[in-house]
């Protein structure tokens, strides 16, 4: 039996590999490969990381944070925020339908949320990305004072 776990070591390193990282991000799967039915990782995200509202059409997607603090905006087809999350403080844990519009910012250095949906690996094709061509600052800014009614800045 190989027992699977995310150790502080483990979560310390990855924070460290997202802090040296040209996107600001790291991930660490837990699922043995691309091609496993249920994809389980932990993502080191920074604040600066940049996250383009983005939907998967073939599943559902749980958010958990392991350490800090998340906002999970949630758009419509417009791009207009309909529904707001603060995980790791207001929200614990969120799960984000299927085809549903969403984006995540790390409100915290070091931050570490988990993720589980369903597989195989599925890069996310040009029809599932809102915004193409966008500064990260000024988007990243933009998600930490969206409110539900807000409509993305270039959508």
Same mark, same amino acid.
Not at 95 to 116: K, M, Q, R, T, Y
Not at 120 to 126: K, N, Q
């Given at each position: 039996?190989?027992?699977? $776990?995310?150790? #502080?070591? @483990?979560?310390?390193?990855?924070? *460290? $590999?997202? $802090? /040296?990282?040209?996107?600001?991000?790291?991930?660490? #799967?837990?699922?043995?490969?691309? #091609?496993?039915?249920? *994809?389980?990782?932990? @993502?080191?995200?920074?604040?600066?990381?940049? +996250?383009?509202?983005?939907?998967?059409?073939?599943?559902?997607?749980?958010?958990?944070?392991?350490?800090?603090?998340?906002? +999970?905006?949630?758009?419509?087809?417009? &791009?207009? %925020?309909? #529904?707001?999350?603060?995980? &790791?403080e207001?929200?614990?844990?969120?799960?984000?339908?299927?085809?549903?519009?969403?984006? %995540?910012l790390?409100?915290?250095?070091?931050? @570490?949320?988990?993720? +589980?949906?369903?597989?195989?690996?599925t890069?996310? &094709?040009?029809?599932?990305?809102?915004? $193409?061509? +966008?500064?990260? @600052?000024?988007? /990243?800014?933009?998600?930490? &004072?969206?409110?539900?009614?807000?409509?993305?800045?270039?959508?």
């Amino acid at each position: 039996m190989h027992l699977k $776990q995310l150790s #502080n070591s @483990i979560l310390d390193e990855l924070s *460290q $590999q997202a $802090q /040296n990282s040209p996107r600001r991000r790291a991930n660490h #799967n837990l699922h043995e490969d691309l #091609n496993d039915p249920i *994809q389980r990782l932990a @993502i080191a995200m920074e604040p600066d990381t940049l +996250v383009l509202p983005h939907r998967h059409p073939h599943t559902w997607e749980l958010l958990y944070p392991l350490r800090g603090r998340f906002v +999970v905006l949630h758009f419509d087809e417009s &791009g207009t %925020v309909i #529904n707001r999350a603060l995980l &790791g403080e207001d929200c614990r844990m969120i799960e984000n339908p299927a085809g549903i519009w969403h984006a %995540v910012l790390s409100l915290d250095s070091g931050g @570490i949320i988990f993720e +589980v949906k369903h597989g195989p690996y599925t890069p996310l &094709g040009e029809a599932d990305v809102m915004l $193409q061509h +966008v500064e990260s @600052i000024a988007l /990243n800014r933009w998600y930490a &004072g969206a409110n539900i009614g807000d409509r993305l800045p270039s959508a």
